[in-house]
């Protein structure tokens, strides 16, 4: 999948989204790949319907990413990553561009869709990010949907969180720090692979752009840990030029605030192609990570320099494309 020139017709809305910067080996099993494909086509899919019905992209970009929570190969909502101490802490954000609103959440332990939370800081409150906590106790306040962090669990997670310990030369866990229900066991050792946050951006109708990013954090990451995702600027961007959304290590888009960088290049007459290529090769590691966006006339770019990231990108031109590797 090449990443976007403007087509000859300009697009009346366009969306992308991500399932995470990560390494997915190439030569993964099919369940693997058709799994991935999957996920981000059903939300893909879910996406375009809201656009082609006129939704606000900060509606769209909301819906999207709650398709991706709910699916348990990413991490973000169910298949959340693990934290040093054995539990789960979510964070999401969301930004309308149009009115540069925006709501966050972080270290959520409670609320089944973390974007929903986001979502309701946005709309409910005069601040932008609820962290830990206050955070469950407002989105329940608000009737998010309840869950147990043993919702979260997948094996391969607690898998991949013992692999980190013991690399680290830490105690490993028998079982999470809580309980699984009956019925609910620890399958043997499933391959996993870094990454697989979710995001989404899009551009509606009306002209109007939105950015949304939900995530468990970083495998093995300290309790207490924020990352960049629910840091607007950092993980999470949009206002009347351009949205973005990015994934992969965290601190390196906090210390170099890179979304808004994104969004920044764009108003000053980059493509989205040429700003993400600037932040991902000029500022940051390779290996960092990867980041979608779209600026207001409908261009779109989704890079990694990671190897691998599930995306997805339509538009009302008919284009519908799906991709996990960058040399397919
Ligand atoms: N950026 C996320 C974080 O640092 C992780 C990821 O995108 O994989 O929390």
Redesign the pocket.
Do not use: V
């Given at each position: 999948m090449s990443d976007a020139e403007p087509k000859e017709r300009a697009a009346k809305w366009v969306l992308v989204l991500h399932g995470?910067?990560g390494s997915i080996p190439g030569d993964s099993p099919d369940d693997i790949r058709t799994g991935y494909e999957q996920g981000v086509r059903q939300a893909m899919e879910i996406g375009v319907r809201l656009l082609e019905e006129g939704r606000p992209a900060v509606d769209v970009v909301g819906e999207v990413v709650v398709s991706l929570e709910d699916s348990p190969i990413f991490?973000a909502g169910k298949g959340s990553v693990f934290t040093a101490a054995g539990g789960h802490e979510l964070?999401a954000c969301l930004m309308d561009g149009r009115t540069m609103g925006s709501g966050a959440v972080t270290g959520v332990k409670r609320i089944k869709n973390p974007i929903r939370a986001a979502r309701l800081v946005m709309d409910n409150t005069r601040h932008i990010l609820l962290a830990g906590e206050g955070a469950d106790n407002f989105a329940l306040k608000h009737d998010c949907e309840e869950v147990e962090q043993s919702y979260y669990f997948t094996s391969r997670r607690f898998h991949a969180l013992n692999r980190y310990l013991k690399a680290n030369g830490q105690p490993t866990f028998e079982s999470p720090a809580y309980k699984l229900p009956t019925g609910v066991k620890i399958e043997s050792d499933a391959a996993d692979s870094?990454?697989?946050?979710v995001g989404c951006v899009a551009l509606d109708l009306d002209g109007n752009l939105a950015a949304a990013t939900s995530?468990g954090?970083?495998n093995g990451k300290m309790h207490g840990r924020i990352?960049?995702?629910p840091i607007v600027g950092a993980?999470t961007y949009a206002n009347r030029f351009c949205a973005a959304s990015?994934?992969?290590?965290?601190e390196q888009?906090m210390r170099h605030t890179i979304c808004t960088k994104v969004a920044w290049l764009v108003e000053q007459g980059k493509s989205p192609e040429q700003a993400v290529a600037h932040c991902l090769n000029e500022i940051l590691n390779p290996g960092d990570?990867g980041i979608i966006a779209i600026s207001a006339d409908g261009r779109v770019t989704a890079q990694s320099n990671t190897g691998s990231m599930p995306r997805a990108i339509a538009d009302s031109n008919g284009r519908r494309e799906v991709g996990i590797w960058f040399d397919e």
């Open positions: 995470g910067a991490n964070d870094p990454g697989n946050t995530t954090g970083l990352g960049d995702t993980g990015g994934t992969g290590t965290g888009y990570g």
